[in-house]
């Protein structure tokens, strides 16, 4: 009997333990009040078992939008994060302590909602109606992230039967103008569920963006969601000296905000209250962070998306493909549990020759050149024809990048 229970209780921390490693992310509503340019933004950085992600544009509903998707669903049947044609954006977060004594088994519905959500909504209040009027039990256990083009901004803690809101635009309730959730929710059962060390290091990282009024799309890809900080062992990766090139340098790489199980990064940049929700750009790190680079997209623009972000002939999208094959180098051991452990010096050497060093260069290009067409575009109007020749540009450009500084 001892050893019966004993079997049990291993097999469920295996369990309990893929759902921490596979099943997380770590998000961030803000809403303009903190922003350096008073817009609010999305940040989602997914973690998934789901290593192929791509972007999907979708015309299925009242409104357009683009969403990000598990590449194996080709019809796109569920969303995990997105806007839609009138600056209504939304991510999740699963939570693993609002549904303790449930015994519903309906669960996972979480794409769903989120894909209706974009077909259909507006604003942060249509979503609470939207959930309001969903069949119940809903299937979901999730931090729901939500913004608008009226300047909403709210997080929805969500059970199987009802949600609380968190209106991050209310100082009482984010005196800060923004809040960060990973996996378990504020209203959940005390200590119960997962990310509390990746809460506290992107805590200390927004209220430094915050101090220095540097709180922006851009800081949230490169600073936050491509941080090496621990804010339990008070380590960052990223200090100097680094390793030599020539000497492997593993580190157990775990409760960190990227991991091995690190998928995609977006932020969904909104409009200033009022403005043309066309410019709501969404950016995107496809694949694993620490081996991709962002591009912009937005609905406006069409179907026709950077073919870089989309599935091509073989079902998966080519920036994914190689953001992937680049992290195998950070993880290059494959049996037992090297899957724990990342070399450094793939990321970063003390001759400026790992993958990290390499591609933010090139970010940073593809960064400074979208937003000089932005600052254009803002002062007149959006065409749809200019943002294809951007993504044609931004595509050639990637595309030879990646291949004459790492031959992919």
Not at 47 to 70: A, H, R, T, W
Not at 143 to 169: C, S
Not at 304 to 319: Q, V, Y
Request: proline letters at 4%; aromatic letters at 10%.
């Amino acid at each position: 009997m001892c050893d019966r229970l004993f079997l049990i209780i291993i097999t469920l921390s295996v369990v309990f333990s893929l759902y921490n490693e596979t099943e997380a992310c770590t998000t961030a509503v803000l809403s303009g009040k903190a922003t350096v340019d008073g817009r609010p933004i999305l940040l989602k950085h997914r973690d998934s078992d789901f290593f192929q992600n791509k972007l999907m544009y979708f015309s299925d509903g009242q409104y357009n939008y683009i969403g990000l998707v598990n590449s194996e669903d080709i019809e796109g049947k569920e969303v995990w994060s997105g806007a839609n044609s009138v600056g209504f954006a939304i991510m999740n977060a699963a939570s693993y302590n609002l549904n303790d004594n449930d015994t519903t088994k309906l669960k996972d519905q979480e794409g769903i909602i989120m894909k209706v959500a974009l077909q259909s909504c507006k604003t942060v209040d249509d979503f609470g109606n939207l959930l309001d009027n969903w069949p119940k039990p809903m299937g979901v256990e999730a931090n729901f992230g939500v913004i608008d083009a009226n300047g909403g901004a709210a997080y929805f803690e969500t059970t199987n039967f009802g949600y609380t809101i968190f209106d991050v635009t209310d100082p009482a309730v984010a005196p800060d103008g923004y809040l960060i959730r990973t996996n378990y929710s504020t209203t959940g059962s005390p200590d119960g569920g997962y990310g509390y060390i990746r809460y506290t290091t992107a805590e200390s990282l927004l209220k430094i963006g915050k101090e220095k009024n540097i709180l922006s799309y851009r800081y949230l890809l490169q600073d936050v969601s491509r941080s090496l900080r621990h804010s339990l062992l008070n380590l960052n990766l990223k200090d100097k000296p680094y390793p030599n090139e020539d000497d492997d340098f593993f580190v157990h790489f775990q409760d960190y905000i990227p991991r091995h199980s690190s998928v995609t990064t977006m932020a969904v940049q909104g409009v200033s209250e009022g403005k043309n929700p066309g410019f709501t750009t969404i950016w995107t790190i496809l694949g694993f962070p620490l081996c991709s680079v962002t591009l912009p997209t937005w609905v406006l623009g069409g179907q026709d998306l950077p073919t870089l972000l989309i599935s091509d002939e073989t079902g998966n999208a080519p920036l994914c493909n190689m953001a992937l094959q680049l992290k195998e180098r950070c993880f290059p051991i494959a049996r037992g549990s090297g899957w724990k452990y990342m070399n450094l010096t793939a990321l970063l050497s003390d001759q400026s020759n790992g993958i990290l060093q390499k591609l933010l260069p090139i970010e940073n290009s593809i960064l400074n050149m979208t937003e000089k067409h932005l600052s254009k575009w803002r002062n007149s109007d959006i065409e749809r024809s200019k943002i294809s020749s951007l993504y044609r540009q931004l595509t050639e450009y990637l595309t030879l990048e990646y291949n004459s500084k790492f031959g992919l």
